[in-house]
């Protein structure tokens, strides 16, 4: 299943600039288990479609013609016959697509940017609801044990207040993956408003967001990929985190690392408080 993974995934990735007779081309083999007939002429019977259609949607999913996309879903679903461990290998090739795409979307310049924004600003809060707000709250804690002073809003009504109290000094970053919330949308329009340094990590790809924001980084999501059947929806902001937090780490590496140090050593001091106090009420 993994060829055929990667298919179903360039053509998610290409959805959004079919035109409506593409677009039911791509639901069918979204949607299709059992294809019996690959031969164009069959399959533009089928979908009531042109076999020129059919080339044109091919192209746009990275392929010379039709007859090449066909003959690579077909081996891969040849290959996929009898293969045990179909659902672990979609679940991987999920997570390794995403994961390559993400390192394609690295920009070093707004890795820069953004670290000497946390490291200027008196105060950081992170945005983000439902999935995001998770992977808010995660990262919050990594920031915190850097020594920053930083905090996670994660419900609306609190979005709202905070982004009306920030300033200059306050740097927000926000997460969504569909770029539609619409609450957090409002509440960094207010926050950049009002002077703070806003950015939104986002998998939409739509410019208008830079209204409300100062900087957009981009993350890897295939069509549908909020809904969260296969993967965890907040991996690939997780993956973009990760990366950020090496990168941040990495400028003046020493002291950063003290700090960690420190942070991590006082929550050690408490672990052993904790389970010495429940030994001597054993005793």
Known sequence: MHIQNLILKEIEDVYDELT????NIADFFLNTKNITDFSAKAIADTLYV???SLTRFAKKCGYKGFREFIYSLKISVEDAAGNV??????VTSSYQHILDKNLHLINETQMETLAFSVSKSKRILIYGMGISGIAAQEFKLRLMRLGLLVDAVTD??????????????????????SGKTKELLNGIKIAKEHGAYVVLLTAARNSDLLNCCDEIIPVAAPKNFASGTLISPQFPLLIMLDMFYTYYLRTDYAVKSSIHTKTMSALNINLDEITNEKTNKKE
Not at 20 to 23: F, I, N, Q
Not at 85 to 90: A, D, G, H, L, V
């Open 20 to 23: 409506p007779v593409e677009k």
């Open 50 to 52: 042109s076999e020129a």
């Open 85 to 90: 461990n179909e659902m672990i290998q979609k």
């Open 156 to 177: 609306s009504h609190l979005m709202k207040i905070s982004s009306a109290l920030v300033d200059e000094n306050h740097l927000i970053i926000a997460m969504s993956i």
